[in-house]
């Protein structure tokens, strides 16, 4: 199993806080093509009405509803969840001073402390393919849905960053990102088969995105972020120094590729 996929390892290392997923979102802000930004973009695609019960699970750091607090309707009644308790509390606390209200709620998205046809609407942020058990997971997500309801789930395509291993690989051989593994457990590419068993109306649109990193610092922290600290342990200023190399043979710049998306299942 991958630790991006073992529910000990994110719950203890990976996501005891939001410090590494933080990481690598500050990365796609700084450095990101598309000038609207991921977190308005998918807001965008939420189809629903101005009254309505509403669920995110894996919430993260909580950016996505920080981000767009002044196109929220009133009558939301939003649900933040995480498996993780350090997490929860600092999405707590980003939004604490906020206008809109919300609940913060402990949950393990593969068993859903909700009645039946409860929610209009449930979201999950790039964390499907974090579940070892998604089948139950999306069962789950089914039930606590009401007749017509949406369900929101973004995730990204086997080639989503594939720069970084290779990156990576060059600079130590045994430092390795099995994220493109990780990620297929739910891709842009194999996600609507596995949507299917559970919905009938299923739609999926890209987000058209690359990065074109300039720093080296950034780049560093988000890869180092992506493994146990024990693994590269005094590595960090050395891995620094590789990425400056990296940017600066590369005329200034490093390209990766980005594929991000979202399916929007009822």
Known sequence: MSELSNSQYLLTKQYQNAANLRARINLHKK????????????????????????????CGPGDLWFENTARMPPGWQITLSDFSAGMLE????????QPHSFTFELINAQSIPYEQDYFDAVVA?????????????????????????????????????????????????????????TVAGFSLENGRAQLE?????????????????????????????????????NKQDALI????????????????TKDSGIYIAS
């Open 31 to 58: 450095f990101s093509t598309n000038a609207y930004g991921w977190f308005p973009w998918v807001f965008d695609h939420f189809d629903l009405p101005p009254t309505c019960k509403i669920l995110e699970l894996g």
């Open 197 to 233: 068993t559970w919905f009938s109306n299923i739609t999926v649109r890209r987000y058209i995105d690359d990065l074109i990193i300039a720093e080296p610092l950034p780049l560093s922290d988000y890869l180092m972020s992506s493994f146990h600290p024990e693994a590269v342990k």
């Open 241 to 256: 120094a590789f990425v400056a190399s990296e940017i600066e043979q590369s005329n200034g710049s490093i390209r990766i």
């Open 90 to 97: 600092q999405t707590r606390h980003l939004l604490q001073d």
């Open 125 to 181: 942020n790039h964390m499907l393919y974090h579940l070892s058990d998604r089948a139950r997971a999306l069962s789950e997500i089914r039930r606590v849905l009401k007749p017509g309801g949406q369900f929101y789930a973004t995730t990204v395509g086997e080639e989503h960053m594939q720069e970084l291993s290779l990156l990576l690989r060059k600079f130590d051989d045994n430092l390795r990102i099995d994220f493109q593994k």
